[in-house]
């Protein structure tokens, strides 16, 4: 048995297992929804990465929507700032998409990017897991996603749970078209790729912690993580 998840403000619906729970985590630079099978299993992200001995949340799905006034290709975009191995092109709900999955050996964990083109926006989803089974169970609730008309107004699942802040879109910068190959405010660390097979930041960046959200990103030594959550 399936629930529906439906979120009107950021105008996004899929279905996933009625015996998960989704906790969301609103901050002031993206949208996080966590999946996770059990209250035991639900701790939060920023907490569990101050536990060395504690795994990531066996199931993470992170949501963030690009402004792209200038429709830049997907191609372009992910060249640029996501430039992370050979995506695989994919449809979702009649729009297109790339996406790629790699292992982060460091943390013991699988990693999907997934960007959709949408207008003049592209939606950006973030998937980590330990299982390999729940990065299938990700693509079965990938396979349900539509997006449907964005609302001013509360959102509600189908269960009738009214979400008032959930997902609540915050300014994000709109997307120029590429002119550099750096790979500055990329995500590093246990949200990122960089760490894969030893690899950390590109050359002249360091893995720095956020300082509002639990993220960390590439940036040059002497400059902080602000302007990569403004």
């Known amino acids: 048995n399936w629930k529906t998840y439906t979120n009107t403000k950021y105008g996004i619906s899929f279905n996933y297992p009625s015996n998960y729970l989704i906790t969301e985590n609103q901050t002031e630079t993206q949208n996080e929804i ?10 939060g992200v920023e907490k569990c990465l101050k536990q060395p001995e504690c795994h990531i949340v066996p199931f993470i799905v992170t949501f963030k929507k690009i402004s792209n006034p200038e429709k830049i290709s997907l191609s372009d975009y992910v060249q640029k700032n996501a430039n992370y191995g050979k995506y ?7 729009h297109a ?22 207008e003049d926006s592209i939606l950006y989803i973030f998937t980590q897991t330990i299982s390999d089974s729940d990065m299938k169970l990700f693509d079965q609730i ?9 609302s001013p107004t509360r959102s509600k699942n189908s269960q009738g749970n009214t979400y008032s802040q959930s997902l609540q879109l915050s300014p994000t910068p709109s997307i120029s078209p590429p002119t ?23 050359s002249g960046l360091i893995c720095k912690s956020g300082e509002k959200t639990s993220l ?3 940036v040059k030594e002497n400059e902080s993580t602000a302007k990569c959550e403004n």
């Open 34 to 43: 966590y999946l996770s099978a059990s209250e035991k299993e639900k701790i």
């Open 88 to 94: 695989q092109p994919i449809t979702v709900d009649n």
């Open 97 to 118: 998409g790339l996406q790629l999955q790699l292992l982060n050996e460091f943390y013991e964990s699988l990693l999907k990017h997934t960007y959709i083109q949408k």
């Open 142 to 150: 990938l396979s349900t996603f539509k997006f449907i008309e964005i």
């Open 180 to 202: 550099t190959t750096t790979q500055e405010c990329s995500l590093c660390g246990p949200q990122g790729i960089h760490n894969v097979k030893g690899n950390t930041c590109p």
């Open 216 to 218: 960390s990103y590439c």
